[in-house]
């Protein structure tokens, strides 16, 4: 037991960091994913494509290569072109994550912007709505009642994939407890890491179906 | 008819134009789908206070002609006079022939909030109450502040016989309340023209009755209305004028005595006959 009170301290160190990182690329992925749902569905193929290209490129190769490339990209890419710019370790997590979630997200509120019936927007043309305005007071309330629970599938990915970050030694929850697992020479700081991830999500299911009931107040 | 009657009844038309200008005219509307010519030459006129039934049987471009004049599709060729305001820039002479110029945005928003459209399937917004689905358009475009859109909202619900259902969700209401719903809203921004589009179509037949009620009061109050029916009788009950369309033209109009009773025309005897047959 003395274990576990000199344990939990460091652990719950690691799972703040856990927790910015999940927090940070909520709060840049969401709406990043907005906008490139918006761009993918362009008029313009100039503009669709570039945007088609990058979401295959985010889906289709590892979160951890892309975390190693943003890190070392950006170092190598200052050595290369004399301009200092470079990222430093928890930055380049959050950027790699962003891009990386903005991408799935797009393509999640994409089929909830799709799903909306052309009717909706006849009928906003026909009231004198701006664009704007059909987009914001009409279509968007309904994509999100649309996209809430795909979304909330996407989410609860995130919480665990922030163990990625300590692939460039940045010291989320998953890295610290592998530290103490060489240094109790025993397996249980995992599964008490494992404890946190798991309340983590707990309490984000239940949340989410919280969620969903609140929105269930029309079909 | 003989020609000389022909030349007096355009006179008589042109000076009854002078006197009482039409609300609506349409001018050799023309509108395709890539090589299919959906509407081959349109025109009709409609006074205000007016109420005009078009019928005719399914593809024949009833529904096609309904949204271009509400602006959801555009047309190739022709003209839409509204209150005065016209959707094309003319040339020279009444009507352009070849591929329209449409009248700037504004112009068109213009014309667009001086029509209401009732849709088939009611299009209401699922996400807001009854009451906002009303205000929602008054309050941000037409800049009319809460209350004053409130109450004239709970107005026009009373008219349509949804007193206490301001609260309710779309879903929460039954297909011919939803079409009444979508009724009040269209009146909300008070339109001069208010178009239906097969406003029954979508519902069951108990409750068709109660829309087409609320319709029949609208004319006895003088609202100018065109109406995409296959209500046969209905068509004939509430018009001042009939128009009957098929392959993309107008094969016959005049008052409803005219069109029902007295026209010779083959196409339409034989599309009635269809009707009364069912």
């Not at chain 1, 928890?90 to 089929?111: D, L």
């Not at chain 2, 789908?33 to 081959?40: M, R």
């Amino acid at each position: 037991m003395s274990d576990l009170s000199n344990l939990l301290p460091i652990l719950w160190g690691g799972f703040c960091t856990t927790l910015a990182i999940f927090g940070l690329t909520l709060l840049f992925s969401i709406p990043l994913g907005l906008l490139i749902a918006v761009l993918k569905m362009s008029r313009y193929r100039v503009v669709r494509y570039p945007v088609s290209f990058y979401i295959s490129v985010m889906r289709g190769t590892p979160l951890l290569l892309q975390i190693v490339a943003i890190y070392f990209g950006s170092y190598y890419l200052s050595e290369y072109t004399g301009v200092e710019f470079s990222f430093d370790r928890f930055p380049a997590v959050i950027v790699a994550f962003s891009i990386n979630y903005a991408a799935y997200f797009a393509e999640i509120f994409r089929g909830g912007i799709q799903s909306i019936p052309r009717g909706q927007y006849e009928a906003a043309y026909m009231l004198g709505l701006t664009r704007a305005q059909t987009f914001y007071r009409i279509i968007l309330p309904q994509v999100v009642k649309r996209v809430v629970p795909a979304s909330a599938n996407e989410v609860i990915t995130l919480v665990k994939d922030t163990s990625l970050a300590q692939v460039i030694a940045v010291t989320e929850l998953f890295a610290l407890a592998k530290k103490q697992q060489a240094a109790y020479a025993s397996i249980y700081p995992l599964f008490v890491a494992g404890i946190f991830y798991y309340i983590a999500n707990l309490l984000l299911s239940i949340l989410f179906a919280y969620v969903e009931r609140k929105l269930n107040y029309y079909k | 008819m003989n020609s000389v009657n022909d030349s007096s009844v355009e006179i008589n038309d042109v000076s009854q134009n002078a006197s009482s200008s039409p609300i609506l005219v349409v001018k050799h509307l023309k509108k395709s789908f890539g090589d299919l010519h959906v509407l081959k030459d349109i025109s009709f006129e409609l006074n205000a206070g007016e109420v005009l039934s078009i019928i005719g049987p399914s593809g024949s471009g009833k529904s096609t002609l309904l949204r271009c004049l509400t602006q959801l599709e555009t047309f190739e060729a022709g003209n839409v006079r509204v209150d005065g305001k016209d959707m094309v820039l003319l040339g020279v002479g009444e009507c352009s022939s070849g591929p329209v110029k449409y009248a700037p945005a504004n112009i068109l928003r213009e014309i667009r909030l001086s029509t209401g459209l009732v849709f088939q399937n009611f299009n209401l917004f699922p996400h807001l109450t009854v009451l906002q689905n009303l205000t929602l358009a008054p309050i941000r475009v037409l800049g009319e502040n809460r209350d004053e859109a409130r109450e004239h909202a709970r107005s026009l619900l009373k008219q349509m016989g949804l007193e206490g259902k301001e609260k309710s969700y779309p879903c929460e209401l039954s297909g011919g309340q939803q079409q009444r719903v979508s009724i009040a809203r269209a009146l909300a921004l008070k339109p001069k023209i208010l178009f239906f589009d097969e406003p029954t179509s979508a519902l069951d037949p108990e409750l068709t009755g109660e829309v087409l009620k609320i319709i029949k009061n609208l004319a006895e109050e003088r609202m100018t209305m065109v109406i995409v029916t296959h209500e046969m009788a209905f068509a004939r009950d509430v018009a001042n004028k009939v128009l009957f369309m098929d392959q993309g033209i107008v094969v016959e109009q005049g008052t409803p005595d005219f069109v029902f009773n007295q026209s010779q025309n083959k196409r339409l005897a034989v599309f009635l006959d269809r009707f009364s047959k069912i």
